[in-house]
């Protein structure tokens, strides 16, 4: 089993498409100066511990608050990038990757579902065709996604979830999932999900979506997967940090961007188990 001991998650982003506060928001939880009510478009970071200069890193989507994030962080090396869907607040940082290109020297594994990929393709096409003169690009090695996979000696388990019409991917890392963006989750996803230590699910607000968990079914699945932790991301400005957490459960609570924990090894489910359900 690969040693999860040695890695941390950091969420670069917890709001929505538009981030909180959107432009031209003059509500409450847009004019708040708590900086757990301000939001950027969503984002993970998985990253060794230890010497910050020297630990491998990859993240989960690249969206257009990318540069900002990576500053804070100080995420001066990347190794590889994965992508969940390729909605633009997902994937709209990319081109801020050839920093990591000139620097490093080479080029980052961007792993995703062929269709993800080939969306990139098209939308990022001056990357893959010869580009004019001048600027730079990204260089990206696109790897598709049809099961468990190993990257940087962990295991990576797809999870499928419903995005409207959309299907999209969630991720197990050990004892850790992360999903964003789901409005609909089979039971043959909830099983890989189940016994995890810590979640991560989508809610953008109270009044129903059509492409998204409200809050009252994002706590529904997250009271089915009964993590020790979940945590909340994706939302909108129509939900204040901590009047949110007083309406919740118990263990159940909003991510802030900035949030970090540890990633432990699958403490329920083996590695093989997972592998048997995700096929």
């Known amino acids: 089993m690969s040693d999860f001991r040695r890695w941390r998650a950091t969420i670069l982003g917890s709001g929505t498409s538009t981030g909180v506060p959107p432009i031209g ?8 100066d708590d900086p757990k009510n301000k939001r950027l478009r969503s984002g993970l970071l998985i990253r060794e511990q230890g010497d910050i200069a020297s630990a491998r890193a990859f993240i ?5 608050d990318y540069r900002q994030q990576a500053l804070t962080h100080r995420i001066d090396r990347l190794d590889g990038v994965i992508l969940t869907h390729a ?8 081109d801020d990757l050839r920093l990591y290109n000139f620097r490093q020297k080479h080029s980052l594994p961007m792993y995703g579902q062929p269709a993800v990929l080939t969306d990139i393709r098209k939308r990022f096409d001056y990357i893959f065709n010869p580009p004019s003169e001048g600027g730079g690009v990204a260089s990206l090695d696109l790897i598709e996604v049809d099961g468990p ?3 940087l000696g962990l ?10 019409s959309l299907p999209i991917l969630g991720y197990r890392f050990g004892d850790f999932v992360y999903i964003t963006d789901a409005s609909a989750i089979s039971s043959e996803s909830m099983d890989l999900i189940g016994g995890c230590r810590v979640l991560i699910l989508n809610v953008l607000r109270q009044k129903k979506h059509s492409t998204h968990f409200n809050l009252d079914e994002a706590v529904a699945v997250a009271t089915k997967v009964s993590a020790e932790q979940t945590y909340f991301v994706h939302m909108t400005h129509h939900l204040e940090h901590h009047e949110t957490n007083a309406m919740l459960p118990s263990g159940m609570e909003l ?12 403490s329920v489910k083996t590695s093989a188990d997972l592998t048997d359900l995700a096929h």
């Open 25 to 32: 928001c003059h509500e409450p939880v847009c004019l708040s």
């Open 60 to 64: 989960v989507d690249c969206g257009p």
């Open 87 to 94: 909605h633009y607040d997902h994937v709209g940082g990319i």
């Open 149 to 151: 996979f190993e990257f």
């Open 155 to 164: 295991r990576i388990v797809p999870i499928p979830v419903m995005h409207g």
């Open 255 to 266: 991510a802030w961007d900035g949030l970090e924990f540890d990633i432990l090894p699958e």
